[in-house]
């Protein structure tokens, strides 16, 4: 088993990585206790799991769509229904979603209650359940009025106690999100480490074929990346925002319908975008597009929307990135052989090029 500290004075924490430990550490948790599981895992789980008393169990229809406050407003009720009080625990297992939710409703239930992280999917094990954000999806609109939703727009940091990652449930994942995670893996690489870079470029097929060793050193070197970056920022006042890499266009894009795109996909495009956007300021050395390109392409993630909609209508999305400060949008763009930069004053002929190069009109 590998052990990721993340720390942060008296709200540190570990990540606690195997393949077969989740029986063993689902049962060292007897106190009170909510379990919200996602329930397309809730089979996977058997005998993992057993509900005792003082503890409730309560499963989640995990979608974009769903990661709303009603989904928080359930899991409140239902830890008032089992009588749970501020001591008690909630555990989130499950995906991004679970977790994100699951997390919010922890740091806002009676002002809040311990958290333990349970993430069953690659995205979720190397991102999501480290660093404590968590959150909810908002109502927003397009520039045509239609209803579209506004990405993690209302939230909490709250740190968990644990985080338990065990790469046997990735066996059973759907190969689509296990190369969602891929492309969180490839940003932490782009934010630079050359050799987890190179790492996964070697090991492509051993990852998607779920080699349990090889996931295993996946999970653990990129979640190392992770958890060295909140340690040093844990609110985002500087560094930590480098790990939005690929996000602002990918949130411009996941909630277009159009384009059908999982978080890790839309991460994808969004992390050729910025590099297309460094490329034409001169950040990076030719080639270093097509680099990536031809991992992200290796890894089965798309590297292009397959709906022409207009650039215009990212860049409106794009104005609303919790990033940007005074009305100016900050991007994240790759510069040099390995490591990233934020930028605020890329100007909007760059940012449609870069948008143009993944497939915008
Ligand atoms: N997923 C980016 C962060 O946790 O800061």
Redesign the pocket.
Same mark, same amino acid.
């Given at each position: 088993m590998n052990c990721v500290p993340i720390s942060l004075g008296d709200r540190s924490y570990e990540m606690q990585i195997g393949s077969g430990i989740l029986k063993e550490m689902l049962g060292d948790i007897t106190d009170r206790a909510m379990f919200v599981v996602d329930d397309k895992v809730m089979p996977l789980l058997g005998d993992k799991i057993t509900v005792g008393s003082g503890q409730g169990l309560l499963t989640m229809f995990a979608s974009e769509m769903n990661k709303t406050m009603p989904s928080v407003e359930k899991i409140w009720d239902a830890m008032l229904d089992a009588g749970l009080d501020r001591s008690s625990s909630l555990v989130a297992i499950g995906g991004g979603i679970v977790g994100d939710v699951g997390g919010f409703a922890a740091a806002t239930y009676m002002r809040g209650v311990p958290l333990i992280q349970v993430p069953t999917t690659l995205l979720a094990m190397v991102? *999501?359940s480290?660093?404590g954000?968590t959150g909810v999806n908002t109502k927003r609109s397009r520039n045509d009025g239609t209803a579209i939703l506004g990405k993690n727009l209302a939230g909490a940091f709250w740190q968990p106690k644990k985080v338990i990652a065990d790469v046997q449930m990735l066996q059973s994942l759907d190969t689509r999100q296990l190369r969602c995670g891929l492309a969180?893996c490839v940003k932490h690489a782009m934010l630079g480490n050359a050799e987890l870079l190179t790492f996964i470029e070697t090991n492509a097929s051993a990852i998607l074929a779920c080699d349990l060793e090889v996931l295993e050193r996946l999970v653990f070197q990129s979640a190392s990346i992770?958890a060295k970056?909140?340690s040093r920022d844990e609110r985002?006042g500087g560094e930590? *925002?480098l790990?939005?890499l690929g996000?602002t266009f990918a949130h411009a894009m996941e909630p277009m319908p159009e384009l059908g795109l999982l978080h890790g996909e839309a991460v994808s495009i969004g992390l050729v975008a910025a590099a297309s956007c460094s490329e034409a300021l001169g950040m990076v050395s030719d080639g270093f597009v097509d680099r990536i390109r031809a991992l992200l392409a290796k890894l089965g993630l798309p590297i292009r929307m397959q709906a022409e909609l207009p650039a215009l209508d990212f860049i409106s999305m794009m104005q609303f990135d919790k990033k940007n400060q005074d009305g100016q949008m900050r991007l994240v763009l790759p510069e040099g052989e390995c490591g990233a930069t934020i930028s605020s004053n890329v100007d909007l002929a760059t940012i449609t090029l870069a948008l143009r190069s993944v497939g915008a009109s």
């Open positions: 991102d *999501a480290i660093g954000k969180e992770k970056v909140v985002e930590r *925002a790990l939005n996000h």
